[in-house]
């Protein structure tokens, strides 16, 4: 069975600082995405980023990027310039081509920005 | 548009009472989920609709049972509700499966007393 594990149940950080989240996931397929999600307070789910595992490259959007280790089966998310906006909790997501279309969370990342 | 909407926002039941949680997305997505989010749990895949026609039990269906009535609304039922079933539910859609970015509704409390 694919898991994800995300092994820091809280975090914070100053306003302007960088902060990583990371994630580990198991899994014996060679073809899979995966995904970073933010829910803020008000509770809406919004895709932060998506990382398909055959690029080497990892993704960015903004001040949000990732550091993808197929090998260490390792995808943490590196949020740079934290703003208040920020603070939300993240969940990382992992799901295989062609597989039973299920996408598997972790159970997230409470991530607070401190001005 | 709405993306992908729900309702109720909020419902108490008693333990035993059912309740129908509505969900209809105006992305013309293919694939819907339900998901229930608890503390400290993430969120755990309830039913899941790969397209119209079929659906799938996914980590946690007991107790729940689910119609894809069209392209467009996947509901999500609950015969005889129970204090387990206190939690956040959340529905989404996808262009085809998961390899695609979810779009979430605004989820729905549910509280059985």
């Known amino acids: 069975a694919q898991t994800v594990t995300q092994s820091q149940p809280e975090m914070s950080v100053q306003e302007a600082e960088t902060v990583t989240l990371s994630c580990t996931y198991d899994t014996s397929e060679n073809n899979y995405y995966l995904f970073w999600y933010k829910q803020p307070p008000s509770r809406q789910m919004i895709l932060v980023i998506r990382?398909?595992?055959?690029?080497?490259q990892n993704a960015t959007e903004n001040r949000f990027s990732v550091n993808f280790q197929k090998a260490a089966k390792s995808f943490s998310l590196k949020i740079s310039d934290s703003q208040l906006g920020d603070t939300a909790m993240y969940f990382c997501?992992?799901?295989?081509?062609?597989?039973?279309?299920?996408?598997?969370f972790g159970k997230g990342t409470k991530l607070t920005v401190n001005p | 548009n709405a993306g992908v909407t729900q309702t109720p926002k909020f419902q108490v039941l008693k333990t035993g009472q059912s309740m129908t949680l509505q969900c209809a997305q105006d992305m013309n997505h293919n694939s819907m989920y339900w998901y229930r989010q608890d503390p400290g749990m993430g969120l755990r895949l309830i039913y899941y609709?790969?397209?119209?026609?079929?659906?799938d039990k996914g980590e946690v269906p007991n107790g729940y049972n689910v119609s894809r009535l069209n392209k467009r609304e996947f509901s999500l039922r609950l015969e005889s509700a129970a204090p387990s079933q206190t939690s956040v539910y959340f529905c989404a859609s996808s262009e085809q499966g998961g390899i695609y970015e979810q779009y979430f509704g605004p989820g729905t409390r549910l509280t059985v007393t």
């Open positions: 997501a992992f799901s295989t081509q062609g597989g039973s279309e299920k996408l598997v």
């Open positions: 990382q398909e595992a055959y690029k080497q």
């Open positions: 609709s790969a397209s119209e026609g079929t659906t």
